[in-house]
């Protein structure tokens, strides 16, 4: 990466390397970039080195200007990429940039971690100043559950803007008995640090010292900002006291994921082998539906409510090329609303949308073919 490109989520380790398919796979990983106001370039890279050995990076696609050269799909939705690609590369990478005159927003997962507090002595803690992807914080979580380490507030999300400003970590409202070590009641990352690292786990250490040897709990609030306090802030509880056990009494916030991590796993989930899912739990549309789909919305049309109005509805239609090249348009449509649309409302949802075309055919051989409430 250049002084200004930013990793926006996990490198993501794929495999058989270099297995190819019949038709296109879809991998999904989650990421930190701020769409809402589309000030972003970005690229999605991928490398074809051995997995053991460090990766040769090269420019997979150029979102936003593909060409008939460029050999993969990428849709990128708040929160999640999706990649449509044939031949499997060992790793994947989402970086990005500010657009010219911009300033790119990457979102911020912060975490303030612990082990339990003890009867005496002091008291350290770990700010984590992650991106906002669910792998990257469970990471983190694991490795400091091996060390004694707890959440102690549920994690916050700060948006972090290109505009060379450093990241500030502030203790406020310590509890009376405690004191900041060393008198650092702030601290600062620089903004290389945060935007230009592709480093892991960064956070700040903070050392409480306890200047009342009676006092059994402490109470404190860590405020965390980019450049100057007027700006965007969040707030950090830190509530710990001694247990009898040496353990924390408060359950630790949960990360809430949207969905289960691939490349992280207890060694607990290790062990025991789980059975392979079947077509029908992985997929909403059973072959046959598909099947039909594929014969009524293939033929292009003169009122364009075929699959090119159902790319256009389902807003995969930037690079419209790469479905117009494959066997059925319709089917690579579908293979990416199966991965981007993992909720319960999801068949109706699609019932809607082909409603909204004009597609009433469509719509039956939906409602005929698959179980699941008909939309009025």
Same mark, same amino acid.
């Given at each position: 990466?250049?002084?200004?490109?930013?990793?926006? &989520?996990?490198?993501?380790?794929?495999?058989?390397?270099?297995?190819?398919?019949?038709?296109?796979v879809i991998v999904t990983f989650g990421h930190a970039a701020g769409l809402r106001e589309r000030n972003w370039e970005l690229t999605l890279l991928s490398s074809e080195s051995h997995?053991?050995?460090?990766?040769?990076?090269?420019?997979?696609v150029l979102i936003g200007e593909e060409t008939l050269n460029t050999t993969a799909y990428c849709q990128v939705d708040e929160g999640d990429c999706h990649v449509m690609v044939e031949h499997l590369s060992s790793r994947y990478a989402l970086i990005g940039q500010s657009a010219p005159a911009m300033q790119a927003v990457k979102r911020l997962k912060l975490a303030v971690i612990a082990a339990p507090l003890q009867p005496s002595g002091d008291y350290n803690f770990r700010v984590y100043c992650v991106a906002d992807n669910d792998d990257e914080l469970e990471g983190v979580v694991q490795s400091e559950?091996?060390?004694?380490?707890?959440?102690? $507030?549920?994690? =916050?999300? /700060?948006?972090?803007?290109?505009? &060379?400003? $450093?990241?500030?970590?502030?203790?406020?409202?310590?509890?009376? #008995?405690? =004191?900041?070590r060393l008198g650092a009641n702030f601290q600062e990352?620089?903004?290389?640090?945060?935007? &230009?690292? !592709?480093?892991? #786990? /960064?956070h700040c250490s903070f050392m409480m010292e306890r200047t009342d040897p009676? @006092?059994?709990?402490?109470?404190?609030?860590?405020?965390?900002?980019? #450049?100057?306090?007027?700006?965007?802030?969040?707030?950090? *509880? @830190?509530?710990?006291?001694? !247990?009898?056990?040496?353990?924390?009494?408060?359950?630790?916030?949960?990360?809430?994921? =949207?969905? %289960?991590?691939?490349?992280?796993? !207890? %060694?607990?989930?290790?062990?025991?082998?789980k059975a392979p899912q079947t077509p029908a739990e992985v997929f909403r549309l059973p072959p046959?539906?598909?099947? !039909?789909?594929?014969?009524?919305?293939? @033929?292009?049309?003169?009122?364009?409510?075929?699959?090119? &109005?159902?790319?256009?509805? /389902?807003?995969?239609?930037? +690079?419209? *090329? +790469?479905?117009?090249? =494959?066997?059925?348009?319709?089917?690579?449509?579908?293979? /990416?609303?199966?991965?981007? *649309?993992?909720d319960d409302r999801a068949i109706e949802e699609? @019932?809607?949308?082909?409603?909204?075309? #004009?597609?009433? $055919?469509?719509?039956l051989l939906i409602e005929s073919g698959v179980s699941t409430p008909l939309v009025a």
């Open positions: 990466m250049n002084a200004k490109q930013t990793l926006l &989520g996990p490198v993501v380790a794929v495999g058989p390397h270099g297995l190819h398919f019949r038709k296109p997995p053991n050995r460090s990766p040769s990076w090269q420019n997979l559950a091996m060390l004694g380490g707890q959440m102690l $507030d549920t994690p =916050k999300i /700060l948006p972090f803007k290109d505009n &060379g400003r $450093d990241l500030c970590l502030s203790i406020e409202e310590t509890l009376p #008995g405690w =004191k900041s990352i620089p903004f290389h640090h945060v935007w &230009g690292s !592709s480093q892991t #786990g /960064l009676q @006092i059994q709990m402490v109470t404190a609030r860590i405020q965390v900002f980019q #450049g100057s306090p007027e700006e965007e802030r969040q707030s950090l *509880n @830190i509530t710990a006291s001694v !247990s009898r056990e040496g353990r924390m009494p408060q359950t630790t916030p949960s990360l809430r994921h =949207k969905r %289960e991590p691939a490349l992280l796993r !207890s %060694e607990s989930d290790l062990a025991i082998p046959a539906v598909r099947a !039909s789909l594929r014969g009524c919305l293939d @033929i292009p049309n003169v009122k364009g409510n075929d699959w090119r &109005g159902l790319a256009k509805r /389902l807003q995969v239609d930037r +690079y419209i *090329n +790469y479905f117009a090249t =494959k066997p059925s348009p319709t089917d690579h449509i579908l293979d /990416l609303w199966e991965a981007r *649309n993992r699609l @019932i809607l949308v082909l409603k909204d075309m #004009g597609r009433s $055919d469509a719509c």
